[in-house]
């Protein structure tokens, strides 16, 4: 069911987004799929607690006095367990059922519209107030995206939510994470369609699982993980499985529409609101995170991104120490600067980065050396193939961070740049070439053409300039010509040749034509 389920939503999703692009429909259809879910959540909760007394949520008359009493105590139960409510009228399935077939009968635009901003209402004042608010607001229901007039946006919207009513979620018979899979797998199918933009909340699962399984090597448990640009918070997610218990979660992300993505994707993976803290702001600029330690911090920022670097930043104290910031036109290292100052002396921090952070100059080779001559932070440098991001092609690189490190006489380098399966355009990690990543970083080997442990005097002699090729030699030298061979095969063409021009005069002889020779 599981894949089964990925593909129906999928093709759910093409089929109905008609000539709308992919990271507009995005919004949409993950939205609503994030609504039936609510609904189903709240519909067995409801049936769950009910069950004593011999009725489901949906035997509850809402106009009669003796059942308003009921839903008021449900109500209280599910804003402390589920963190929202829903009435049974405002339950996915039952605003589907009052639309027809054809989708003309019922205008459902107003209705929906506020249902949704009911759920975020039900919050209100709550616990969970901050992971609901403005949660639907990229659901613009009135958007001449949808359609030109107010009977083509309904008619749109009608296909969409009887369309995905007809869909089972089984939410009582399915593992947890399952639905919520499936969710991330949309995610990644309109991330690989929308190009660059692509980039800016969607990290592809393979890079994902390498950055995981990095900062929880020897760890089954983990007290917190922090992306400080989290995206669709799918790489968070992803430090959830690989361990057996992680006690919260925390990211920060600044574009709104990715930020209520990135919720609703915690949400749908059974995250309860009070397991997750995903705030909405320049993490740079106004950090919401900075009196706090994380023991994994995982991060895929955006590349080479302009900040302001600011000259009050020198005073700032994830900053001040280095001596210099981060160039204006390429805050890679602000980023880097930032999660090391919110690690845990116990903790691990892997960073995707672009190649450049290795080798540039001016400020960057001044924070770098910093890095490693005096704070002796940096345990890892790998390679990764280029072309494996959506939107862009350059080749990256992932830094991996311990400020209590094992091995604090060597760093380790990586080539994995040249191990992974094309499949069209895009270039693909296998499950073998995360697994050569993950295992010689955990046994710190050196092989030949793909890793070398560098002491810290060696990377001092290359002043600190970290390219990869300085310190894994990849050169694949040509096979040396057998002049000798090559004139034994020349001799062997003529021959065949001056064979063939023989047989051609002999049968133009016997025709009784010219011979061409």
């Known amino acids: 069911m599981p894949e089964e389920l990925k593909q129906l939503l999928w093709r759910l999703a093409d089929t109905l987004r008609g000539k709308m692009d992919a990271d507009d429909f995005r919004d949409y259809i993950l939205g609503f799929i994030f609504y039936k879910y609510l609904s189903e959540r709240m519909h067995s909760y409801a049936d769950e607690i009910l069950e004593p007394d011999g009725i489901t949520y949906l035997d509850i008359d809402e106009d009669k006095k003796a059942d308003k009493e009921i839903l008021f105590h449900v109500r209280a139960e599910a804003i402390d367990t589920l963190g929202y409510y829903l009435k049974p009228s405002e339950l996915f399935g039952a605003l589907a059922s009052r639309t027809n077939a054809e989708g003309k009968a019922h205008f459902i635009l107003d209705e929906l519209a506020k249902i949704l901003n009911n759920i975020e209402q039900s919050t209100m004042g709550t616990a969970s107030e901050e992971e609901f608010s403005h949660l639907f607001e990229d659901l613009d229901l009135r958007s001449s995206k949808l359609g030109k007039t107010e009977d083509e946006k309904n008619k749109l919207v009608v296909r969409v939510m009887q369309h995905l009513d007809q869909i089972n979620f089984d939410l009582d018979n ?23 933009k692509a980039g800016e909340f969607y990290t592809p699962q393979q890079v994902s699982t390498v950055l995981a ?33 992680l006690g919260k979660i925390y990211g920060q992300e600044s574009n709104p529409t990715t930020y209520n993505l990135c919720r609703m994707n915690m949400i749908m993976h059974d995250k ?65 600067q930032h999660m090391i100052y919110q690690l845990d002396d116990k903790g691990t921090m892997a960073c995707v980065l672009p190649h450049g952070v290795l080798f540039r100059g001016g400020a960057e080779g001044h924070i770098r050396e910093y890095l490693i001559k005096e704070k002796n932070y940096l345990d890892a440098v790998i390679g990764l193939p280029a072309n494996i991001f ?26 994995a740049s040249q191990h992974f399966e094309k499949v069209k355009t895009q270039n693909f990690l296998r499950p073998q070439d995360i697994d050569k990543i993950v295992d010689t970083y955990k046994a710190r080997t050196a092989e030949d053409k793909y890793s070398h442990v560098a002491s810290l005097k060696e990377i001092a002699e290359n002043d600190y300039n970290l390219n990869i090729p300085r310190y894994v030699d990849t050169f694949e030298e040509e096979e040396a010509v057998n002049l000798k061979a090559v004139a034994k095969e020349l001799k062997k063409l003529d021959a065949d040749m001056k064979a063939t021009d023989a047989t051609i005069e002999k049968f133009c002889k016997e025709l009784g034509i010219e011979s061409p020779f």
């Open 272 to 336: 309860k609101f009070y397991q997750f803290e995903i705030k909405n702001e320049d993490t740079l600029e106004r950090p919401q995170h900075l009196d706090m330690r994380f023991e994994a911090i995982v991060a895929n920022p955006p590349f080479s991104a302009e900040w302001s670097a600011s000259p009050l930043f020198m005073t700032d104290e994830r900053f001040a120490a280095y001596g210099k910031l981060a160039p204006r036109s390429t805050a890679d290292f602000a980023f880097v």
């Open 213 to 245: 399984r990095l900062v929880t090597v020897g760890k089954k448990r983990i007290k917190n993980a922090y992306d400080p640009t989290c995206g669709s918070g799918s790489l968070l997610l992803r430090v959830v499985k690989e361990v057996e218990s």
């Open 390 to 415: 959506y939107g862009t092609g350059i080749p990256t690189c992932i830094m991996v961070v311990k400020k209590k490190r094992e091995h604090s006489d060597n760093v380790l380098f990586i080539d």
């Open 174 to 196: 399915l593992q947890n994470d399952v639905l919520g899979d499936a969710y991330e797998y949309l995610i990644g199918k309109f991330a690989s369609g929308a190009g660059k």
